[in-house]
Nanobody, 124 residues
Framework: QVQLVESGGGLVQAGASLRLSCAAS????????MGWFRQAPGKEREFVAT????????AYADSVKGRFIISRDKTKNVVYLQMNRLNPDDTAVYYC?????????????????WGQGTQVTVSA
């Protein structure tokens, strides 16, 4: 089993950048494809980005493509989400998740492990 802990959230102005981190314990993240999801108040959880288990191929939601970058540092057992040009629509609780699938998925149901989330608030 793997435990995930997100950090790096905060309150920023529109146009700013943030980098979220997802630290793992219990097992190496190289066993998992990883994903970032987010949930805004009153909305369902939505897919943000995913990175595959081995070769590091990535995929993004259309709403963040070109602004967000997902990456992983296998030596540190951490996955990152670099968020640039933030706007108020990006305000949400951000969750990282792990799946034993080789490739990641945009479906939350495919992920077995979840962190507790970190709040990102973007003011206009």
């Amino acid at each position: 089993q793997v435990q995930l802990v997100e950090s790096g959230g905060g309150l920023v102005q529109a146009g700013a950048s943030l980098r979220l981190s997802c630290a793992a314990s219990g097992r190496t993240l190289s066993r998992y494809a990883m994903g970032w999801f987010r949930q805004a108040p009153g909305k369902e959880r939505e897919f943000v980005a995913t990175i595959s288990r081995s070769i590091g191929s990535t995929a993004y939601a259309d709403s963040v493509k070109g602004r967000f970058i997902i990456s992983r540092d296998k030596t540190k057992n951490v996955v990152y989400l670099q968020m640039n040009r933030l706007n108020p629509d990006d305000t949400a609780v951000y969750y990282c998740a792990a799946t034993p699938l080789t490739l990641g998925s945009g479906e939350a149901s495919r992920y077995d492990y979840w962190g507790q989330g970190t709040q990102v608030t973007v003011s206009a």
